[in-house]
């Protein structure tokens, strides 16, 4: 079995910063591209950013130049660094992850975390 399990979520206020974290974990050969999503109330699941497992990442148009995403590959770990954050990034964010099993690539979702920004 694998999880993706998210955590550093919270309440920050307009222009602060957070970092979210997704750690993987189970019976896995290899993480292929992780990436992070995320869906406010009433609106619809949106890409946030992606990373592939040699580095290259791309960048939803309302988070480029604000977000980094990252990783480590030797601790199975994807990061996202959220900086001057607005209220209308306030949503749940989730990790997502392509991950090899066996000879078979399978996609995981994690169980997301809340983020909030005050006005």
Known sequence: ??????????????????????VASGSII????????????????????TITGGGTTNYGATVNGRFTISRDNAKKTMYLQMNSLK??????????????????????WGQGTQVTVSS
């Open 30 to 49: 290899r993480i292929n591209t992780m990436g992070w999503y995320r869906q406010a109330p009433g609106q619809e699941r949106e890409l946030v950013a």
């Open 1 to 22: 079995q694998v999880q993706l399990v998210e955590s550093g979520g919270g309440l920050v206020q307009a222009g602060g910063s957070l970092r979210l974290s997704c």
């Open 87 to 108: 209220p209308e990034d306030t949503a749940t964010y989730y990790c997502n992850a392509d991950i090899l099993r066996g000879v078979l690539q399978y996609n995981y």
